[in-house]
Nanobody, 114 residues
Framework: VQLQASGGGSVQSGGSLRLSCVATGFKFMITSLGWYRQAPGQQRELVAAIGSIGSTNYADYVKGRFTISRDNAKNTVYLQMNSLKPEDTAVYYC?????????WGQGTLVTVSS
């Protein structure tokens, strides 16, 4: 299993970014995926998840601002982040739980300045 995340960067408060994660090595179409983030000194936390048929759930602090989506033809999961805030600054990781264990991408850094 490999997860390759991209799309991070530096933006000002109120800006937008779209993260992408290309996944290989498992049955993408039937698997739920998630985006997590970890800020300095903080625990890794779930940001958003998407099921195999497109159902979604979000952490309360990103509802209405972030959107998770998937393209099964491209084996890719996305995280559209709008109205970014400085507290969204973190390393963002894509994740899949497959055959009894979690797999993580390498992480992509998002920095939001005020």
């Amino acid at each position: 299993v490999q997860l390759q995340a991209s799309g991070g960067g530096s933006v000002q408060s109120g800006g937008s970014l779209r993260l992408s994660c290309v996944a290989t090595g498992f049955k993408f179409m039937i698997t739920s995926l998630g985006w997590y983030r970890q800020a300095p000194g903080q625990q890794r936390e779930l940001v958003a998840a998407i099921g195999s048929i497109g159902s979604t759930n979000y952490a309360d602090y990103v509802k209405g601002r972030f959107t998770i989506s998937r393209d099964n033809a491209k084996n890719t999961v996305y995280l559209q982040m709008n109205s970014l805030k400085p507290e969204d600054t973190a390393v963002y990781y894509c994740n899949v739980f497959w055959i009894g264990r979690h797999y993580w991408g390498q992480g992509t850094l998002v920095t939001v300045s005020s």
